[in-house]
């Protein structure tokens, strides 16, 4: 199983000092809490993909490729990459690229993105979401997987003889994932694929993330590729730790009832008691994410949201410590522990090159205008 963190990169106002981080200071908060993860024995660093205020990540892969050239073992994933807004091409040819600069550390989550005047900024219509996100995915998934696309669809321009590059490494895509808060849709379309499915897992309750996940699991085996318990999960959540719980509530409560997404509406017990946001100690953050394999079944990967809210990166680095160090190396061996063995890991890009058979160099040569063969065709 995967343990890691996300990020949505905002910048938002300290409550405590009412001092706010500047656009600079916020991104390299981000690179250091990468860093720091890596340091403390995490898996996965995840960054959203953001093109307004408050946040910093409009370009996830600038930011992971700086990353991966810091980093020797840290998986580099988004959360997320807006899938409706991107050009399929450009996110063909951006991934495969960082894929290749990281050796192989880098997957994607596909999503359709929070902030809904995104789509005008790209020139898209918020009405088509759901078609967007399942078109351009499927333009997508052919690219990477074919030499020479031929494609027509409603929302771009058609491609003839089209090849991206680069061509993934070792022949194998990225590993995508598809997150959704609230889209069976968008379940559907992770089923469908095989792809992996990431429940947001934060503001709402458990019983709706069984039912989205619960839907992915039945149609993924519906499309032939597993059984339900074989489906690839991934879980968000949220915590704030104190080795005393006493100190964690009382220092998490102004960032919690100033924060621009759920302050000023339930209060922290109330969200604590009917989401999976966890304030405490390290145990109850345990026993807490234990317990999310009660309504979800076995899963492959549970990131964490640690940084916003107005939260120093003092602050953070503390909590990725108590994480590494506490949390993680105890949630490794139950959940291993109580995990079967036809119940998948999750998918890394060692395994998915063992799945296919080797490693393949899949460059595609260039052919000659004129004489319609590759160069070392026209030597012969």
């Known amino acids: 199983m995967q343990f890691g963190v996300f990020t949505v990169g905002d910048v938002t106002v300290d409550p405590t000092t009412g001092r706010e981080p500047t656009e600079h200071e916020r991104i390299k908060a981000m690179v250091a809490i990468a860093l720091k993860a890596e340091e403390v024995g995490l898996d996965v660093f995840a960054t959203g993909e ?33 899938i409706t807004t991107n050009d399929p091409v450009k996110i063909a040819e951006d991934y495969a690229m960082l894929q290749h600069l990281s050796d192989g550390r880098v997957d994607l989550m596909m999503g359709r993105g929070n902030t809904g005047p995104v ?70 379309q992770a089923a469908y694929y095989g792809d992996g499915f990431f429940a947001n897992h934060i503001f709402w309750p458990k019983e709706h993330t069984q039912r989205m996940v619960g839907l992915y699991r039945q149609r993924y085996a519906h499309y032939g590729h597993g059984t339900a318990d074989q489906a690839i999960v991934g879980l968000g959540g949220q915590v704030f730790m104190r080795r005393n719980s006493q100190d964690a509530v009382r220092e998490f409560r102004p960032y919690f009832d100033n924060a621009p997404v759920y302050g000023h509406g ?89 799945a296919a058979g080797g490693a393949k160099d899949s460059t595609v040569h260039a052919v000659d205008d004129v004489t319609g063969k590759a160069p070392e065709e026209a030597t012969r």
């Open 266 to 354: 339930p209060s922290l017990e109330e969200f604590t008691r009917e989401t999976p946001l966890t304030v405490g100690s390290p145990q109850q953050v345990i026993d807490r994410t234990l317990g999310f394999r009660e309504y979800v079944g076995d899963y492959q990967r549970q990131l964490f949201l640690m940084d916003h809210a107005g939260l120093p990166l003092k602050t953070v680095l503390e909590q990725l410590d108590l994480l590494g160090e506490e949390v993680v190396p105890v949630l490794r061996k139950e959940f291993a522990a109580l995990r079967p063995a036809h119940v998948p890991e999750a998918p890394t890009h060692a395994s998915l090159v063992a």
């Open 119 to 188: 789509y005008p900024w790209f020139g898209k219509d918020i009405r088509a979401g759901i078609p967007l996100a399942i078109e351009n995915y499927d333009l997508l998934h052919r690219l990477w997987r074919e030499d020479v696309v031929d494609w027509k669809g409603k929302y771009r321009t058609p491609l003839q003889s089209f090849t991206s590059t680069p061509r993934p490494l070792d022949g194998v895509p990225p590993f995508v994932w598809h997150g959704s808060i609230r889209s069976p849709e968008i379940a559907e």
């Open 50 to 82: 953001h093109h307004n205020p408050p946040f910093v990540p409009s370009s996830p892969t600038t930011m992971m490729g700086h990353i991966a050239a810091r980093t020797e073992r840290l998986l580099l994933s988004t959360a997320t990459t807006l």
